[in-house]
């Protein structure tokens, strides 16, 4: 696996979306390196991480936690962010390890509820983006706002570079498991606080409609909704994001 630290503080593991790398965290890392040390993974299957689960879930978590406590040591404290796909995995990896004292889940898949997609994403691996750089900057843009992002100007040159960067290495097939009702579970086994964070245009879930936060399982777990943001909230709203994450994670 590799990992990508940075940052000075407690140790703060964030792990990115399906279809996603360490980047999906770029625009929040100087602002969060400046109050944590950042563990930043590309998760097995994604990335530049060469070691790719066969498929299972619990493998790939398996070989992120190893990989973690080879790293940091299996007893040290650390809190964790996931988003989308990663907000899955962190709520399934905190059923493996203890010492996570604090999560943040910003749009976490495997919510099992409706989505409020109407878009819907278009193919690209027919396109070559050497033969056809115009075609696949339109398919890439296309589904960033299909998926990703509410606001076209969020579209930019960063977030393309990101979206495809992304999509082309990602070898673990995630879809079946985000679409899953695997989150609650799972968090009802943790025992820690936990903040998720939505954006009330996030078209993989209808924020407003979901059950109340209490439901997930006691005072300690809290519920946002982010006027205005997709699901890529990290990249749409950082400022926002930043903020949001701080407080869940009890500092300033």
């Excluded at 360490?22 to 060469?50: C, K, Q």
């Excluded at 040591?73 to 995995?89: E, M, N, R």
């Excluded at 998720?196 to 059950?211: Q, S």
Aim: hydrophobic share 40%.
């Amino acid at each position: 696996m590799v990992w990508h630290r940075v940052g000075q503080g407690k140790p703060l593991v964030l792990l990115h979306g399906g279809h996603g790398s360490w980047l999906h965290w770029a625009r929040v890392i100087p602002e969060l390196s400046s109050r944590f040390n950042l563990w930043i993974p590309d998760m097995p299957g994604y990335g530049e991480s060469t070691l790719t689960p066969t498929g299972r879930l619990d493998e790939l978590v398996v070989q992120l936690r190893q990989s973690l406590d080879a790293l940091l040591g299996a007893d040290t404290p650390i809190l964790l962010g996931g988003f989308s796909f990663g907000g899955l995995v962190s709520a399934r990896l905190a059923t493996q390890r203890d010492q996570i004292e604090r999560m943040v889940l910003i749009g976490p898949a495997g919510h099992g509820g409706h989505r409020q997609q109407t878009v819907a994403p278009l193919p690209w691996r027919d396109l070559d983006p050497d033969r056809d750089p115009v075609g696949w900057a339109e398919r890439m843009r296309h589904n960033l706002l299909a998926q990703m992002l509410h606001a076209e100007s969020a579209v930019d040159g960063l977030a393309m570079e990101i979206q495809w960067r992304s999509c082309i290495n990602t070898r673990f097939h995630s879809k079946p498991f985000s679409r899953s009702a695997a989150l609650a579970p799972a968090l009802r086994a943790y025992p820690g606080p936990v903040l998720e964070i939505w954006g009330e245009h996030d078209v993989t879930a209808t924020p407003h409609e979901m059950a109340d936060a209490s439901l997930l399982g006691g005072a300690a777990r809290k519920r946002c909704i982010v006027g205005g943001s997709g699901h890529w909230l990290m990249h749409e709203m950082p400022a926002t994001a930043v903020m949001l994450m701080k407080n869940g994670f009890g500092v300033d």
